[in-house]
C-alpha cells in the first residue's frame, strides 16, 4: 500500500481578547494540519506545533515543499522508515524548529493512518497502554494586561478548582516582584495543599533570577517548574536542578532524540516535555521515551495544539511507562490547556470530556479520532 497524497491547511483564529505568556502577545490561534491519503483510501491526520508567535505557513511549506516529493508513493505502513529519511534529507537546513515540527505532522499522521489500516489504536501499535484514562492538569494564568492582575489570577485558580482540577501550571516569567506575590495569591485562594502546582516561566530569566524564584517556589507544593532558562542553556538546567529541590522540567522547545540525548547526559531535566506536533510526531516522541527511562527521567510530553495535537498526546500518554515504579508512583498527565481557543475541540466530532476529574484515552483506530472536515474549511487560510 502507497502514500497517494499529502494535503496541507493553514487555519487561523483571530482572539476577541490577546493573552500574554512571557514572551509576548498571543493575538490569534492558529495550527498547520496534514492530511495523508493512501492509495486504498485510508486517511490519517497530524498536526505541527504552532505556538502563540509562530507562524503556522513555515512548517506548512516545509511539508509542502520538503517532505510531500518524500512521501508520495512511498510504503504507506514505514512511518519510522520514512522518519529517517525526512530528518536526513532535511538534516542540513532543518534539525530544530519549524522543520522538525513539519516532520511531526507527518508522522503524526502516518501513524493515525497506520491505525487505520490495522484497525488498531496507536498505542497499541506501539506496545500496548499502560492506562486507559489520564489525569490533565489545567494551564492557563495567562495575563490580558501584563502585571498586576492578582486578584483575577487568584480567581482563576479557584474556577479551575471548582472545575474538577486536581493541578495546575500557572504562568510566571513577569517580573520577580509580580511571580511572587501572584504565586502567593493563589496558594492562598486554593487552600487546599492537596493541589499540585507547576509553574512556568516560558524561559524568561537568566540563571540567578530562575535561582531566586526557584528556592521562593520550594515552599509550595510543586509538580515541576518548567523552562526556567532558555532551551539551549543546558548548564544552567543542570546547575539550577543541582541547587533546587523543585522538580525541574523542559524540553517543549527541544527537538529530535538528539537534542533530548544532550539534556539527559547532562542531568539537565526532573521531567522532558518533547511535544509529539514538534520534537518529531510519534516516533520521536517513543525513542525521547526510552532514552528518558534509561536516564531515570519522568516524560510529561507539552501539548498546546488543536485536538490532533491533543489525541497523539493522549495515544502517547498511554504508552509512558512510570519511571520510578512504586504502589503510588505519580502518573503522567494531560496538559489541559484552558485559554481561548475557537475551533481546538470543535475540529473533532467526538471530543473528550472531565469525568470524576480523568480524561478516557480514545481507543478507536490510530489516534481515534473524527475530523470535521467543514470546520477545518471553516478557518482555513
Ligand atoms: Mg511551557
Redesign the pocket.
Known amino acids: 500500500m502507497k502514500i497517494a497524497s499529502v494535503d496541507v491547511f493553514v487555519l487561523k483564529s483571530p482572539l476577541d481578547f490577546p493573552f500574554a505568556f512571557s514572551q509576548g502577545w498571543v493575538t490569534q490561534r492558529s495550527a498547520t494540519l496534514v492530511r495523508i491519503t493512501s492509495d486504498e483510501g485510508h486517511v490519517g491526520w497530524g498536526e505541527a506545533f504552532a505556538q502563540g508567535l509562530e507562524p503556522p505557513e513555515i512548517a506548512a511549506a516545509a511539508i509542502e515543499h520538503a517532505l510531500k516529493p518524500i512521501l508520495i508513493g512511498a510504503d504507506a505502513l514505514s512511518p519510522a522508515v520514512l522518519w529517517q529519511n525526512m530528518y536526513v534529507k532535511t538534516r542540513d537546513y532543518g534539525r530544530k524548529g519549524s522543520v522538525v515540527a513539519a516532520i511531526s505532522a507527518v508522522d503524526i499522521a502516518l501513524w493515525d493512518m497506520a491505525g487505520q489500516i490495522l484497525g488498531q489504536p496507536v498505542f497499541t501499535l506501539l506496545g500496548g497502554a499502560h492506562r486507559a484514562q489520564v489525569q490533565p492538569y489545567a494551564t492557563g494564568f495567562y495575563r490580558l494586561e501584563g502585571q498586576g492582575e492578582v486578584d483575577r489570577l487568584a480567581e482563576e485558580a479557584r474556577q479551575h478548582k471548582a472545575a474538577g482540577f486536581k493541578a495546575m501550571k500557572v504562568k510566571l516569567g513577569f517580573g520577580l516582584d509580580d511571580d511572587l506575590t501572584v504565586m502567593a495569591a493563589i496558594v492562598d485562594a486554593l487552600s487546599d495543599p492537596s493541589i499540585e502546582l507547576m509553574v ?1 516561566t ?1 524561559h524568561a530569566y537568566g540563571r540567578s533570577e530562575a535561582l531566586i524564584l526557584g528556592k521562593a517556589l520550594e515552599a509550595y507544593n510543586m509538580r515541576w517548574y ?2 526556567p532558562v532558555v532551551p539551549e542553556d543546558v548548564e544552567g538546567y543542570a546547575e539550577l536542578r543541582h541547587k533546587l529541590s523543585v522538580p525541574i522540567a523542559g524540553g ?1 522547545n527541544e527537538h529530535t532524540p538528539f537534542g533530548f540525548h544532550a539534556y539527559f547526559k547532562a542531568g539537565a531535566v526532573d521531567v522532558a516535555q518533547p511535544d509529539i506536533a514538534s520534537c518529531g510526531g510519534i516516533t520521536a516522541a517513543r525513542d525521547i521515551a526510552a532514552l528518558a527511562h534509561a536516564a531515570g527521567v519522568a516524560v510529561n510530553p ?1 501539548v498546546w495544539g488543536s485536538a490532533v495535537a491533543q489525541a497523539a498526546s493522549l495515544q502517547y500518554i498511554a504508552t509512558l511507562p512510570t519511571p520510578h515504579a512504586s504502589l503510588f508512583a505519580k502518573q503522567p498527565l494531560l496538559e489541559y490547556d484552558r485559554s481561548d481557543h475557537p475551533f481546538r475541540q470543535k475540529l473533532i466530532s467526538n471530543p473528550w470530556t472531565l469525568e470524576d476529574g480523568m480524561i478516557a484515552i480514545p481507543d478507536g483506530p490510530g489516534l481515534g479520532i473524527n475530523v470535521n472536515m467543514d470546520v477545518v474549511e471553516e478557518y482555513a487560510v
Request: charged share 65%.
Open positions: 512556568d516560558n518548567e523552562e517543549e507539552h
